[in-house]
């Protein structure tokens, strides 16, 4: 499974951008797709997730100004950022979690959860 990350760039404080994430490849009992990003100097964090049920969560600093999408068919989602701040600049990266039941030749009759990432897209707003 591959995932391709587009749409960040450079914006005013108060715009928007859209962020989108496609996987390619063959994945089955899908767990979540989610957006994390990192700043310079900080630990990767999780900004937005969705499950398999459609169930969202945001990080508290995104609440009512990000929305994460998704589009079955075509095995993509999306992080609409609106009101963006200073502080949102950072690298985003799109995350598909699966659960497996082969990894690394071993068999895992509960499953074992897997991570994939995108390469990362860089969003920056200035103020």
């Known amino acids: 499974v591959q995932l391709q990350a587009s749409g960040g760039g450079l914006v005013q404080a108060g715009g928007s951008l859209r962020l989108s994430c496609t996987a390619s490849g063959s994945f089955f009992s899908l767990i979540s797709l989610s957006w994390y990003r990192q700043a310079p100097g900080e630990e990767r964090e999780l900004v937005a997730g969705?499950?398999?049920?459609?169930?969202?969560n945001y990080a508290n600093s995104v609440k009512g100004r990000f929305t994460i999408s998704r589009d079955n068919a075509e095995n993509t989602w999306f992080l609409q950022m609106s009101s963006l701040k200073p502080e949102d600049t950072a690298v985003y990266y799109c995350n598909l979690k699966t659960l497996l039941s082969y990894y690394s030749g071993t068999y895992y009759p509960e499953g074992y959860e897997h991570n994939y990432w995108g390469r990362g897209t860089q969003v920056t707003v200035s103020s």
């Open positions: 969705i499950t398999r049920d459609g169930i969202t």
